[in-house]
């Protein structure tokens, strides 16, 4: 099965999960750090032109250019909890494999492997290796044990103080009761129609079409999730 | 509990909660983030346990994993302890990587003899190393009669030269670490031609008994330079090996651990380029210097950098 979910038990007791990121989104925010690298060197390189090319100017020159090259997603990667400004845009972060924010040593080994994973252009060797194994991990990722998940902001849950309650007529099992409750708390992220045809699927029980049918079972929902 | 009642139970908390994770780094946030850790962990863990819906569970999913990213932030001030990292992890990982550093060493010597003493005897053989106009560059450049005596360059030639040696000696010593992790080949490819330039163009300056300009400059930065090239080549070996032979573990975990092993190493690296950098803007270009005082002072820094390079057994827990 495809899935991104990645679990991980944490020292709090639980598992916590979060979605890993494929080769697209990262591709992306590779790009705009591209442009924002581009724009950085662009500006100190005519900033340091008084400095004079030959001399001072142009060592300070080489020297920024090393560490853009190098050094620029290692020190946004540690500052800015693993995000570098392009993949805070795409709300993704660079995490180890316990989902603790990376630090200077991994973030180190995953950025200078990254030589490797450009070979032979454009980072084919990366793209390769992120679509062989189900964590989207880049050769640099595999070495240091670090990978890229999506820290999104989540959506807030629908307000559902509207619906009035309704017990159902016959008895559901916890996992179909969840369903009936998500199925409230998440339709709104559906189609009307969508929603009508899931609604559907329960009219043998329900015996209600259409609007009505999305409408119990929402009633349903508000029944399961305690409001009385 | 019904889920209704449990939300209410906590809003107000989870509420309090997203607004601290929006400025963690207040201490008033960072206290409240801390004490509640536990008890968001504990409504996740209840929610899954109680099958509460999909989308209560991922969100307090997704602020649980808020609040971990932040508990276990990189802290730049505690992470790198410098002074242990020079007292004992360093030599410690130096003396760890032993072997790969005999043989990145080997590697890189081998060639450089040879094509050294090629280049010594046969005044062409240079010339199927580097192309004309290289030749002729170099020997410009420690040709002993071009060089008026006493001459020195300016300030800041120098700082346009350190940050040319930053540049090019660090990149190539991070490509010859990264080279590693296509089964070592691409740093055993990096130190042969390293060495074989280093030996050709050695043995050729050699021959034209420029001697006294060529050994003077090269001896006091080399220490640090041509170590931290073995260096990196013996962490990028450690990298290729863990590939090929994992062992009892999976190719991927051997892989991981050699990742975290060769740290130490890539800092220590980055520390002596940077100090072979400034040795060899600053220090090795001075022509006014006396030679003696050059081979002295290079003498010294080769003892030393050896003997720190061999301080590292006593660590190692028995």
């Given at each position: 099965?495809?899935?991104?979910?990645?679990?991980v038990?944490?020292?709090?007791?639980?598992?916590l999960e979060?979605?890993?990121v494929?080769p697209?989104?990262?591709?992306f925010?590779?790009?705009?750090d591209?442009?924002?690298?581009g724009?950085i060197?662009t500006?100190l390189?005519i900033?340091s032109i008084?400095?004079g090319?030959?001399?001072?100017?142009g060592?300070?020159?080489?020297i920024?250019?090393f560490a853009?090259?190098?050094?620029?997603?290692?020190?946004f990667e540690?500052?800015?909890r693993g995000?570098t400004p392009?993949?805070?845009l795409?709300?993704?972060?660079?995490?180890?494999?316990?989902?603790s924010?990376v630090?200077l040593g991994?973030?180190l080994v995953?950025?200078?492997?990254?030589?490797?994973?450009?070979?032979?252009?454009?980072?084919?060797t990366?793209l390769?290796?992120?679509l062989?194994n189900?964590?989207?991990?880049?050769?640099?990722?595999?070495?240091?044990?670090t990978?890229?998940?999506?820290?999104?902001?989540?959506?807030?849950?629908?307000?559902?103080d509207?619906?009035?309650?309704?017990?159902?007529a016959?008895?559901?099992?916890?996992s179909?009761?969840?369903s009936?409750v998500d199925f409230?708390?998440?339709g709104a992220?559906?189609s009307?129609p969508?929603?009508q045809?899931?609604?559907s699927?329960?009219?043998?029980?329900?015996?209600?079409?259409g609007?009505?049918?999305v409408?119990r079972?929402?009633?349903?929902?508000?029944?399961?999730?305690?409001i009385? | 509990?019904?889920?209704?009642?449990?939300?209410?139970?906590h809003?107000?908390?989870?509420?309090?909660i997203?607004?601290a994770?929006?400025?963690?780094?207040?201490?008033?946030?960072?206290?409240l983030?801390a004490?509640?850790?536990?008890s968001?962990?504990?409504?996740?863990?209840?929610?899954?346990?109680?099958m509460y819906?999909?989308a209560?569970?991922?969100?307090?999913?997704n602020?649980?994993l808020g609040?971990?990213?932040?508990?276990?932030r990189?802290?730049?001030?505690t992470?790198?302890?410098l002074?242990?990292?020079?007292?004992?992890?360093?030599?410690?990982a130096?003396?760890?990587?032993r072997f790969y550093?005999l043989v990145?060493?080997?590697v890189m010597?081998?060639?450089g003899?040879?094509?050294?003493?090629?280049?010594y005897?046969?005044e062409?053989?240079i010339?199927?190393?580097?192309?004309?106009s290289?030749?002729?560059?170099?020997?410009?450049?420690?040709?002993p009669?071009?060089?008026?005596?006493?001459?020195?360059?300016?300030?800041?030639t120098?700082?346009f030269m350190?940050?040319?040696y930053?540049?090019?000696?660090i990149s190539?010593?991070f490509?010859c670490f990264?080279?590693?992790l296509l089964?070592?080949?691409?740093?055993?490819l990096?130190l042969?031609f390293?060495?074989m330039?280093?030996g050709?163009?050695?043995g050729?300056l050699?021959r034209?008994?420029f001697?006294?300009t060529?050994y003077?400059?090269?001896?006091?930065?080399?220490s640090?330079?041509?170590?931290?090239?073995?260096?990196s080549?013996a962490?990028?070996?450690?990298?290729?090996?863990?590939?090929i032979?994992?062992?009892?573990?999976?190719?991927l975990?051997?892989?991981r651990q050699?990742?975290?092993e060769?740290v130490?190493?890539?800092?220590?690296?980055?520390?002596?380029?940077t100090i072979?950098?400034f040795?060899?803007?600053f220090?090795?270009s001075?022509s006014s210097?006396?030679?003696?005082?050059?081979?002295?002072?290079g003498?010294i820094?080769?003892?030393?950098?050896?003997?720190?390079?061999?301080?590292?057994r006593?660590?190692e827990s028995?």
């Amino acid at each position: 099965m495809l899935d991104t979910a990645y679990r991980v038990e944490i020292p709090g007791g639980i598992h916590l999960e979060a979605q890993v990121v494929g080769p697209i989104p990262r591709i992306f925010a590779f790009s705009i750090d591209l442009v924002i690298r581009g724009i950085i060197l662009t500006v100190l390189s005519i900033a340091s032109i008084p400095l004079g090319a030959d001399g001072m100017g142009g060592g300070f020159f080489l020297i920024i250019l090393f560490a853009i090259e190098w050094l620029y997603p290692v020190m946004f990667e540690l500052l800015a909890r693993g995000q570098t400004p392009g993949k805070k845009l795409l709300g993704i972060a660079v995490v180890n494999d316990d989902l603790s924010p990376v630090t200077l040593g991994t973030s180190l080994v995953r950025n200078l492997l990254r030589t490797v994973d450009f070979l032979p252009l454009f980072y084919l060797t990366g793209l390769v290796s992120m679509l062989s194994n189900r964590r989207f991990q880049r050769l640099g990722d595999l070495a240091a044990g670090t990978l890229v998940i999506s820290i999104s902001k989540t959506a807030q849950a629908a307000t559902v103080d509207d619906v009035s309650p309704l017990a159902p007529a016959i008895p559901l099992s916890r996992s179909e009761q969840t369903s009936i409750v998500d199925f409230l708390r998440r339709g709104a992220q559906l189609s009307q129609p969508r929603q009508q045809e899931l609604a559907s699927i329960l009219e043998g029980t329900t015996h209600q079409k259409g609007e009505d049918g999305v409408e119990r079972l929402r009633r349903h929902g508000a029944w399961y999730l305690g409001i009385r | 509990m019904k889920q209704h009642e449990f939300e209410a139970l906590h809003q107000a908390l989870w509420q309090q909660i997203d607004t601290a994770l929006e400025k963690p780094a207040h201490v008033d946030n960072a206290e409240l983030l801390a004490e509640h850790y536990l008890s968001l962990c504990q409504h996740l863990a209840v929610a899954k346990e109680r099958m509460y819906d999909g989308a209560l569970v991922e969100r307090l999913n997704n602020r649980a994993l808020g609040l971990y990213r932040e508990l276990y932030r990189y802290r730049a001030d505690t992470r790198l302890n410098l002074y242990a990292f020079f007292r004992r992890d360093f030599p410690l990982a130096i003396y760890r990587h032993r072997f790969y550093i005999l043989v990145a060493f080997v590697v890189m010597i081998l060639p450089g003899l040879v094509s050294g003493t090629w280049t010594y005897f046969d005044e062409d053989a240079i010339y199927s190393v580097l192309d004309g106009s290289e030749v002729r560059h170099m020997e410009r450049i420690y040709d002993p009669e071009s060089r008026k005596i006493g001459r020195e360059r300016e300030a800041d030639t120098d700082i346009f030269m350190f940050g040319f040696y930053i540049k090019n000696n660090i990149s190539v010593a991070f490509r010859c670490f990264a080279g590693g992790l296509l089964l070592g080949i691409g740093t055993l490819l990096v130190l042969f031609f390293n060495g074989m330039f280093m030996g050709s163009i050695a043995g050729h300056l050699t021959r034209l008994d420029f001697v006294d300009t060529f050994y003077p400059f090269v001896i006091g930065h080399g220490s640090f330079e041509l170590t931290a090239i073995v260096f990196s080549g013996a962490a990028g070996l450690r990298l290729g090996y863990a590939i090929i032979n994992p062992g009892q573990s999976s190719r991927l975990d051997s892989l991981r651990q050699a990742g975290r092993e060769v740290v130490p190493m890539l800092y220590g690296i980055v520390l002596m380029l940077t100090i072979a950098a400034f040795l060899e803007a600053f220090w090795s270009s001075s022509s006014s210097l006396p030679i003696a005082l050059k081979y002295s002072v290079g003498a010294i820094l080769w003892s030393l950098v050896l003997w720190y390079s061999c301080s590292g057994r006593r660590h190692e827990s028995r």
